[in-house]
Nanobody
Framework: VQLVESGGGLVQPGGSLRLSCAAS????????MSWYRQAPGKERELVAT????????NYADSVKGRFTISRDNAKNTVYLQMNSLKPEDTAVYYC???????????WGQGTQVTVSS
């Protein structure tokens, strides 16, 4: 089982990034996918979630209207489009897969996002 995040980097305030999380080794369409983030000295927090079919999403209040989560079940990939980035969005971003029935979790290794001028 693997979840591999990519797309992180350094971006100026107001800029955009698109994160990807490629899954392998499990039945992707049976898993709810989520993005979390953890800033230095802070607890990991939920950013966005998308259900297994892709028709229902939820967002943290801090990113509503700026971030969009999506998934492509044919490509076993979940995305996080991040627009209007702020310095407080700086964190390591992780994707998580949760089985729809047994609620077992898989985590990726994370990708660093730094928003700075």
């Amino acid at each position: 089982v693997q979840l591999v995040e990519s797309g992180g980097g350094l971006v100026q305030p107001g800029g955009s990034l698109r994160l990807s999380c490629a899954a392998s080794g499990f039945t992707f369409s049976m898993y709810v996918m989520s993005w979390y983030r953890q800033a230095p000295g802070k607890e990991r927090e939920l950013v966005a979630t998308i259900n297994n079919a892709g028709g229902r999403t939820n967002y943290a209040d801090s990113v509503k209207g700026r971030f969009t989560i999506s998934r492509d079940n044919a490509k076993n990939t979940v995305y996080l489009q991040m627009n209007s980035l702020k310095p407080e969005d700086t964190a390591v971003y992780y994707c998580k897969a949760t089985h729809v029935v047994i609620k077992y979790d898989y985590w990726g290794q994370g990708t660093q996002v730094t928003v700075s001028s």
